[in-house]
């Protein structure tokens, strides 16, 4: 008596590494691939780079470089003050010791942080709450706007760019990079 064949396994199509999976593409575009040789071996490589907010906003006119560079200073200085959700463990400790003091480039990374969302008029104000959670949480605008929004109350998309538009101009000339302009 014959046994019954077993099917075959169906094999499966390989994704394709040099691109982006279809999940990291739904999640926001990418810039065109680049290719460079690798410093290390010479080999030549493709990057993409994953496009945020601010460099979407940059590429589409709607802010100026000094604007998008006082988002950036904002957003480095608000990771390096250890403010945003993601947490690191020291690769390098020394049994039985405490660190409960912060370091001073913490500390003066949230002043700095702080004098920056008071010069936008704080916390509550839309400017504030936005830059805090689109540019410090990376939040999306449009995420910003109808979770959060201003004070609670959400925002619609339009006018929550416009108020990012303006806390971005008003970072620029706070961190230095926009001259005051006299009114005459």
Do not use: Y
Request: aromatic share 6%; charged share 20%; with cysteine.
């Amino acid at each position: 008596m014959a046994s019954k064949r077993k099917p075959k396994p169906a094999t499966q199509q390989r994704e394709d590494l040099s691109k982006p999976s279809k999940w990291r593409l739904q999640h926001g575009g990418f810039s065109a691939p680049v290719r460079e040789a690798d410093p290390e071996t010479g080999s030549p490589v493709e990057h993409r780079r994953a496009v945020d907010t601010l460099g979407l906003m940059l590429a589409n006119g709607t802010i100026t470089p000094q604007m998008h560079e006082a988002g950036q200073i904002f957003r480095t200085l608000f990771r390096s003050a250890a403010l945003d959700d993601i947490a690191t463990s020291q690769l390098i400790r020394l049994a039985g010791s405490t660190n409960d003091e912060m370091p001073n480039r913490q500390v003066d990374a949230r002043r700095r942080v702080a004098n920056a969302v008071d010069a936008l008029g704080g916390h509550d104000s839309p400017s504030g709450s936005c830059v805090w959670f689109v540019v410090g949480l990376e939040f999306s605008v449009r995420e910003w706007a109808q979770r959060q929004g201003w004070s609670g109350r959400p925002v619609h998309g339009p006018v929550a760019q416009g108020i990012l538009v303006g806390a971005l101009g008003t970072l620029a000339m706070h961190f230095g990079l926009t001259p005051r302009q006299r009114v005459a």
